[in-house]
């Protein structure tokens, strides 16, 4: 977390840093990621970094955190049909409300593919503290739905809802779509993956 000293800075520094930091996490994972690019970026003295955030991770999380935080607001009307309307239609906005959050800050996704490539402690933890937070949702609901009769019972709850995690958290939406990032893109792609889940695949 942030030092009480970063918090006190006016706000036009703090987002110099800020900024610079998702410059610098966008170009280079966690471990290559060089502080000295950080504090030239943000017209900062050397070494004065380390009053605002312990490590170098700590940085890293925060930005994350910050970040995160801007797409969870966006994505929140979203779950105004949670527990109100069938799960998958819930799921259903909450994916395009995330994709089209994407879209509009391509910051966000470059930073995505570094996270999602990284295999260090820190990244892997933010990943699973993502995943853990929607798989928690996604249960509730399709469990909600199961009592209501608008799911099968033998549905695997879990299963499903890993499922739908790996859809919204899944690296695609960082490497593989890129070329063709565009909301009309994610909302056939979203189409078509609803249908498989509400159909099968069985003749």
Known sequence: MPTTTFLNLNKEKRDRIVNAAIKEFGCRSLREANLANIIK?????????YQYFVSKDDLYIHIFE???AE????????????????FLRFYEEFYLRDSEFLIMHPAHIELG???YSGNDNTSL???RQIQDRYKEWFVSAIEFDKERGVIKAAVHSSALADLCVHFVTDVFIFQSVMSQ?????IREHCKRMLYIIQNG???
């Open 41 to 49: 970026d943000a017209k900062i003295p050397r070494g004065s970094l």
């Open 66 to 68: 910050a970040l995160r």
């Open 71 to 86: 797409r969870a607001d966006y994505v929140k009307p979203a779950f105004q049909l949670y527990k109100k309307e069938p």
């Open 113 to 115: 593919k570094n996270l």
């Open 125 to 127: 933890g933010l990943i």
């Open 181 to 185: 990032f565009t909301i009309g893109n």
């Open 201 to 203: 695949i069985k003749v």
